[in-house]
């Protein structure tokens, strides 16, 4: 699509979707010279199906032992692509720039937005709360 004139095409996945099919998309368009814009939402989660855990949530597997984090960003640099950068999903001024910006570059250009997804946040915290109420409580 990219090819027939139209302008530079944005499309948007969340990262897990991204380590499970789209890194493969991302490589086709850098082989192929697509102009295209691919903004990746990196919220540490698999949102639509639970929040499981991927290889770049954490650092832990779906049963919860250690293992390495992946970073999105060095697997979009080994792709080879024209312009990437990683702002903060939480400032919109700064997504907004990103977007403006890798629209005006010829060529694949990827922009992770990156903010861990606030349901997550907030059960983190209460998990904290938990245990801090538990060790005070001398139950820990």
């Known amino acids: 699509i990219s090819h027939t004139g139209i302008g530079k095409i944005a499309a948007v996945m969340g990262d897990s979707t991204f380590y499970h099919s789209g890194i493969i998309e991302l490589i086709n368009a850098v ?4 102009n295209v814009l691919l903004m990746v939402l990196d919220n540490k989660s698999t949102a639509e199906t639970g929040q499981q855990p991927h290889p770049g949530a954490f650092g832990i597997t779906a049963t919860k032992k250690p293992t390495r ?43 992770i937005a990156r903010g861990t997804c606030a349901l997550i946040v907030d059960r983190q915290r209460k998990e904290q709360r938990l245990r801090a109420e538990a060790a005070s409580a001398g139950r820990a």
């Open 31 to 34: 082989y192929n010279r697509a």
């Open 69 to 111: 984090e992946l970073q999105l960003e060095d697997l979009v640099r080994a792709c080879q692509v024209d312009y990437l950068k990683v702002v903060d999903s939480y400032d919109v001024k700064a997504l907004e720039a990103a977007y403006r910006e890798a629209m005006a570059v010829e060529g694949v250009c990827v922009v």
